[in-house]
């Protein structure tokens, strides 16, 4: 590789890394259903290297655990983050998330995205009619039993799909569990952050190295993750459940497609 190509495949990166890191602070997802389609499909057109899934999903826990950190002390500043609620959220998914682990060594691949799909489409139903559905209730915040219960449940599928679960944290905090936009953002980044770096370390430890791809992705994601907790407060709360509807449904469809 010329001089000249290796400092393309870095600025490649760099804007991958910065992309997903833009959405994380944004909306308070993961980053990595942007990011590990990008260095799966769209680096190796652009004459980077080919990555395996392994190194992808390697190199998105990363992006997923420091665009979580950078964006989650980003929006503290602006929105008055329940620091013990997080801590309580945290520990239900963490729990969750074990039991999930165990329970996905006994399903099948396709059962996995059959389960993927289903929680897509409840992330999609709480977006859509999550809000309405808490003002009925007339309660202001779930009770903190409900909250572990809910919380637990999303680290459950979390375990078994093998991902972080920030597609569910926005929906539920805001639908269910009757947050504002800006704290369920702040909130989902916090609550991803355990289990990527916990997924990071696992992998890291099994690969025996981290991959040098993922150094500007790193570089990257704290940029984009920054800017765009920054750009939150700039939009409307309308507009960033479209956005979140937009990431959502796109992947529903991706799923439906592999599946059938």
């Known amino acids: 590789m010329s001089h000249f190509s290796g400092n393309i495949e870095i600025l490649i990166l760099l804007l991958g890394g910065t992309i997903s890191g833009m959405i994380s602070g944004l909306l308070g997802i993961g980053g990595a259903i942007v990011l590990i389609p990008f260095l799966l499909f769209i680096l190796p057109i652009a004459q980077g290297p080919h990555l395996t899934p392994f190194v992808a999903t390697q190199i998105s826990l990363f992006q997923v655990a420091l665009s979580g950190i950078v964006g989650f002390l980003s929006h503290r500043i602006n929105a008055d983050l329940p620091t013990k609620k997080i ?18 060594h006994g399903l099948r691949g396709k059962t996995i995205l059959m389960i993927y799909a289903f929680e897509v489409a409840i992330a999609v139903g709480l977006l859509l009619f999550g809000e309405k559905i808490h003002s009925l209730k007339g309660e202001k915040h779930a009770k903190p039993v409900k909250e572990m219960v809910i919380m637990s449940s999303i680290g459950l ?33 916090a609550l991803m952050v355990p289990m ?33 907790a920054k750009l939150h407060y ?13 990431l959502l449904i796109a992947t529903l469809i991706r799923i439906l497609w592999a599946l059938y």
């Open 87 to 104: 801590l309580l959220w945290g520990g239900s998914s963490l729990i969750g998330g074990g039991l999930g682990g165990v329970i996905s």
């Open 157 to 189: 599928v979390s375990g078994i799909l093998g991902i972080g679960g920030g597609f569910l944290y926005y929906p539920v905090i805001t639908g269910i569990l009757g947050y504002a936009s800006s704290v369920a953002v702040g909130c989902g980044l």
């Open 196 to 228: 990527a770096i916990a997924g990071s370390i696992t992998k890291t430890i099994t690969a025996g190295s981290i991959p040098i791809e993922g150094i500007p992705v790193i570089f990257g994601a704290i940029l984009g993750a920054f800017l765009g």
């Open 234 to 246: 700039r939009l409307t709360k309308q507009a960033v459940k479209l956005g979140q509807l937009i």
